[in-house]
């Protein structure tokens, strides 16, 4: 049975990597069967009104970051909102997005997806600044250290973390440190780097309606 994060990716016609390395993998449901499910592969989608352009790219983003949608509506009012609103508006938002706690971790190597990552740090493996977090919402800023707890260390989902680590290209904005397994924000995220799947001043005119 195709999985539900496979379908959403398959509906909204972009790959947003919701299962970590199947993803990348030629199994990826998205190279064999690149249209929607429950649609044949000769059959032609229908042209998107203007709302349904703006639905789709607030799924892409939302769904990319593993966002409920309550949760992603708040981050983008808030944006919205200020009332020192500039053109910056998109990087300001995916500044917020990338410093959740669950996102850095998935930055940093610690986990192969966003849910995972979601998973791990509500499960309480992560400290951050030496004390213990369990909320992936929490937001990081410059100078803070993000370290695998000694206990966890041990679990199996940990074992192979090192040798990942050593591979893994984390952004600019953070440093990892492989022999401690700990992470650092040295940054800002930025639009450019984060490079996401979605136009996002269509979702700005979709929160503004």
């Known amino acids: 049975m195709l999985d539900n994060k496979c379908k959403i990716c398959r509906r ?38 203007e709302y349904g352009k703006e639905l789709r790219e607030k799924q892409k983003l939302r769904n990319w970051y593993n966002l409920r949608e309550r949760q992603f509506r708040k981050y983008v009012k808030e944006i919205l909102n200020k009332k020192s609103r500039t053109g910056d508006a998109a990087n300001l938002l995916i500044q917020k997005l990338e410093s959740r706690f669950d996102n850095v971790v998935f930055r940093l190597g610690f986990a192969s997806s966003r ?6 740090v509500s499960h309480g493996h992560f400290l951050i600044n030496g004390k213990r977090v369990n909320i992936p919402a929490c937001q990081l800023k410059k100078g803070d250290k993000v370290t695998l707890r000694p206990l966890s260390q041990k679990k199996k989902i940990f074992s192979n973390l090192a040798p990942i680590l050593k591979k893994h290209q984390a952004p600019s904005w953070l440093k990892v440190n492989v022999e401690k397994l700990e992470g650092e924000v040295v940054g800002l995220p930025n639009l450019e780097e984060a490079s996401p799947p979605a136009e996002i001043s269509t979702i700005f005119e979709y929160y503004s309606r």
């Open 12 to 49: 909204l016609g972009v790959k947003l990597f919701l299962k970590g390395e199947k993803c990348l993998s030629p199994k990826c449901p998205l190279i064999r069967k690149p249209y929607p499910p429950g649609m044949k592969r000769k059959k032609r989608p229908r042209a998107l009104s």
């Open 115 to 120: 849910s995972q990552a979601r998973q791990i």
